[in-house]
C-alpha cells in the first residue's frame, strides 16, 4: 500500500514571522512531510524570517504567489531559500500529484482568468494519469462558500476543478473562511487559512 503523505498547508501569512514560527513547530510537531503555502507569504509586514524557519525543520516546502506578491518575488523567494515555486508546474511524490497556479484579482500579483486557466493547464499536464491530485491556488473557486465574504471566487478555478478533477484543491485569499471545506463535483475544497490545516492523502 502506497504510504500517506502528510501536509501542512498555509495561506496569507503576510510577512508575520510568529505565525511562520508557530506554523514551523506544528510541521514540526505533527511531523509532517510536506509544507505548502497557497500565496500572500509577504504583504504587510517583514519578510526575512518567511520560509526559514521551516528549513530550519528541514521541511520540503511549495509555494505559490498570492496577490500581495509579485511573481518575481515568489521566484526569489524559492531560488533564495531552494523551495519550488509551484506556480505553473507540478511535482510528484510517489503516486500524489501537486500542481498549482497563484495570483489573484488585484495586487502586484494580478492574474488574468485566461492566464489563470492556462496556467493550471499547463501545471496540469506534468501529473496528467498520475493516480491523486491536489490542486493549489491562491484564490477561491466560484460558487464556492468563501464567496460569503463578498469578494467573487474565480471562474478558472471552478473550471479546473471540473476538468481535472483533482481529489484535494487547497487555497486561501479570504481570510474570514479560513477553515471552511466542501465539495465542488468529487474534489474536497479546503480553505486552509493563516494557522494552517493538516492534510493526508
Known amino acids: 500500500m502506497a504510504k500517506k503523505l502528510k501536509i501542512l498547508a498555509a495561506s496569507d501569512i503576510h510577512g508575520d514571522s510568529k505565525l511562520v514560527r508557530e ?16 500565496g500572500d507569504l509577504t504583504g504587510w509586514l517583514e ?17 505559490l504567489p498570492g496577490n500581495h506578491e509579485s511573481f518575481a518575488t515568489t521566484d526569489f523567494l524559492a531560488n533564495l531559500y531552494g523551495v519550488k515555486n509551484i506556480h505553473g508546474y507540478s511535482v510528484r511524490y510517489g503516486n500524489i500529484g501537486i500542481f498549482g497556479a497563484g ?29 491523486k491530485k491536489i490542486m493549489v491556488t491562491h484564490m477561491h473557486p466560484s460558487g464556492s ?3 460569503f465574504s463578498g469578494f467573487p471566487g ?9 476538468r481535472f478533477k483533482p481529489d484535494i484543491l487547497l487555497h486561501g ?9 466542501e465539495k465542488i463535483g ?5 480553505n486552509v487559512g493563516r494557522k494552517g490545516k493538516i492534510i493526508e492523502i
Not at 104 to 129: R, V, W
Not at 173 to 181: D, M
Request: proline share 2%; with cysteine; net charge positive.
Open 103 to 131: 495570483g489573484g484579482d488585484i495586487g502586484p500579483g494580478t492574474i488574468t482568468e485566461k492566464q489563470l486557466m492556462e496556467t493550471l493547464k499547463k501545471a496540469y499536464s506534468g501529473i496528467k494519469g498520475i493516480e
Open 173 to 181: 485569499h479570504i481570510h474570514e473562511a479560513e477553515g471552511i471545506e
Open 23 to 38: 506554523l514551523a513547530q506544528k510541521a514540526e510537531r505533527e511531523n509532517v512531510d510536506l509544507v505548502v503555502l497557497c
Open 47 to 63: 519578510t526575512k524570517n518567511i520560509l526559514k524557519p521551516f528549513k530550519d525543520k528541514n521541511k520540503r516546502i511549495l509555494i
Open 186 to 190: 468529487r474534489t474536497r475544497v479546503i
Open 145 to 147: 462558500l468563501s464567496e
Open 154 to 162: 474565480s471562474k478558472s478555478i471552478t473550471k479546473a476543478i471540473k
